[in-house]
């Protein structure tokens, strides 16, 4: 249960490996046999890197998360992260998922407390930090409000404070802003860029989205239908930080263009001719 | 077990307060009707008493309508009481284990099929007259709506809570109290008002069947007095009753749950 006082707080350009998952593989029982829902998964993820994984549904993209943080087991293969290996559930980590998950009974700043309640950190630094998170995305002034009076964005913004609240040094969203509107989804990216470039964490984003994934990303994973195995591994060179604007330039383009043949390849986008 | 929810939660809970004149005036106007008809059309006091009639039996006799509406009010508090400190562990149990679960859930819900009314005569001959197998039939009635609600409520927590959970390093006991209880609570509050009013019924049968006190007794021998205003009075004392402890299930909710949609809507 410890935690990584903040290595991410070291400079990105002393990189290092910090998740190896090699050879990871996932069947399910199934009513005839086994379902693979995951074969075969290599992925070096470095320290403080933005790593999206997009796939079609049910490639396994969501498993593969799960392994990722020890809440399941895989059939073979092995992950570490820093250097530890991953056998039971990773509590040096923050989740995000596509629901907020907040408590009802608890306002904002409580919500995200929680986490330091559970892991008996001390409460005052805990709501400090709390507060300054809460603002980080625009939420001041929101604390003391009762997740039932908050909009979905916002709540979901609590849920990536709630995320964040230990420092940790890796954080794993599920399609985090699947259920929200165009705007609210836009302003949440750059939300969540503006805490990444702060905290400087390795985030490992799952998406079903193209644009999404090249514009928050070093680097997006892209995965095949089931079973899921990582077809192509693409890195993103736009500048940092990236700004709206970035959706117009034609590398964007082109990084979007090409994701789209991919997944025409796989068969998973078809259209007439 | 959603029925039950329904009728507890929406029927009764969510009358928004601002009709309240409306169905009082529909109320009294009722009241008005039927005393004019006992008037007017001379229907016999002991077929149906006027209503002025029923309130001058209340405003002579209260004093041994109250004595035996605290007997009723006591087998329903000490019922409903055993009911919630063994249900609510019980169904704490039937969620967290599975073979517990398979082989108790099954029979609990099974033996709902069973009219418990029916087996008051039994208890009468075991226990005999007092207050005990009163608060037996009690239990027994007010008990299922407790324990599957709770299971429901607590079953109802998403798989995401307690992966989330787990990745906070909670122990098993911090995921209960500070996750799961919570979040079945709505769920409980449903069952322990449908509770309150099946555990009126149940102490009113059972002492039908066979007592020395009670508003069931009363109204017994009332029966046997053709006394209908009695019988009237009787019944008012049992609403009141059931009122009463309905109210402060709600209240308690209030106090538990400020945060939940169903206490909200009130408001």
Redesign the interface.
């Known amino acids: 249960m410890k935690i990584i006082p903040t290595a991410a707080a070291e400079p990105s350009s002393v990189r290092q490996n910090f998740i190896s998952i090699a050879g990871i593989a996932k069947s399910f029982p199934a009513r005839r046999g086994l379902v693979e829902a995951l074969g075969r998964v290599d992925l070096d993820i470095e320290q403080s890197e933005f790593v999206s994984i997009i796939g079609p549904s049910g490639c396994g993209k969501s498993t593969l998360l799960l392994l990722l943080a020890g809440l399941e087991q895989p059939t073979a293969g092995r992950i570490s992260i820093g250097n530890r290996l991953v056998q039971d559930p990773v509590s040096d980590l923050g989740i995000v998922f596509q629901q907020d998950l907040l408590l009802d009974w608890r306002t904002a700043i409580e919500n995200v407390v929680i986490q330091a309640e559970i892991r008996g950190l001390p409460r005052k630094p805990a709501v400090e930090q709390a507060r300054r998170l809460l603002a980080m995305v625009g939420l001041e002034g929101f604390e003391g409000a009762y997740p039932y009076q908050l909009s979905g964005g916002m709540r979901q913004r609590v849920s990536i404070c709630r995320a964040l609240l230990h420092n940790p040094p890796l954080v794993i969203m599920d399609e985090p802003f699947g259920a929200l509107d165009a705007l609210t989804r836009d302003q949440m990216q750059l939300d969540l860029l503006r805490l990444w470039s702060h905290n400087r964490m390795t985030v490992v984003f799952v998406t079903h989205s193209i644009s999404e994934a090249v514009f928050l990303s070093d680097r997006v994973v892209v995965m095949s239908p089931r079973p899921g195995r990582i077809e192509t591994i693409m890195s993103i060179d736009l500048t940092r930080p990236r700004r709206l604007s970035i959706r117009d330039t034609a590398e964007f383009i082109h990084y979007n263009h090409q994701l789209i043949a991919i997944f025409k390849k796989l068969g998973v986008l078809r259209e007439d001719e | 077990m959603s029925t039950q929810k329904i009728i507890s939660e929406t029927i009764i809970a969510r009358i928004p307060r601002g009709d309240a004149f409306y169905a009082a005036a529909t109320f009294l106007a009722v009241i008005g009707l039927w005393q004019l008809a006992t008037q007017a059309l001379s229907i016999p006091s002991y077929l149906l008493p006027s209503p002025l009639a029923i309130m001058n039996d209340l405003r002579t006799h209260w004093p041994i309508i109250l004595l035996h509406t605290w007997f009723t009010a006591f087998e329903v508090l000490v019922g409903f009481a055993i009911s919630t400190l063994v249900g609510i562990p019980l169904a704490v149990a039937l969620t967290y284990s599975r073979t517990f679960d398979k082989s108790v859930y099954p029979l609990i819900v099974g033996s709902q099929v069973v009219p418990k009314i029916a087996v008051a005569p039994m208890l009468l001959a075991w226990f005999g007259f007092g207050m005990f197998p009163k608060i037996v039939i009690v239990v027994l009635v007010a008990f299922f709506p407790i324990v599957i609600n709770t299971v429901v409520g607590l079953r109802s927590s998403?798989i995401?809570?307690s992966?989330?959970?787990?990745?906070?390093?909670?122990t098993a006991a911090?995921t209960f109290w500070?996750?799961r209880l919570?979040?079945a609570?709505p769920n409980i509050f449903a069952g322990l008002k449908m509770a309150t009013i099946l555990a009126v019924i149940g102490a009113t049968v059972a002492e039908f069947v066979g007592a020395d006190k009670g508003v069931g007794y009363l109204i017994m021998i009332a029966g046997s007095d053709f006394n209908i205003e009695r019988q009237f009075s009787a019944v008012l004392a049992l609403s009141a009753l059931a009122v009463v402890f309905y109210w402060l299930t709600d209240c308690a909710e209030k106090v538990f749950?400020p945060?939940?949609?169903s206490v909200?809507s009130n408001k």
């Open positions: 998403p995401e809570m992966r989330l959970a787990s990745s906070m390093g909670a911090q500070k996750f919570p979040n609570l749950i945060w939940h949609v909200r």
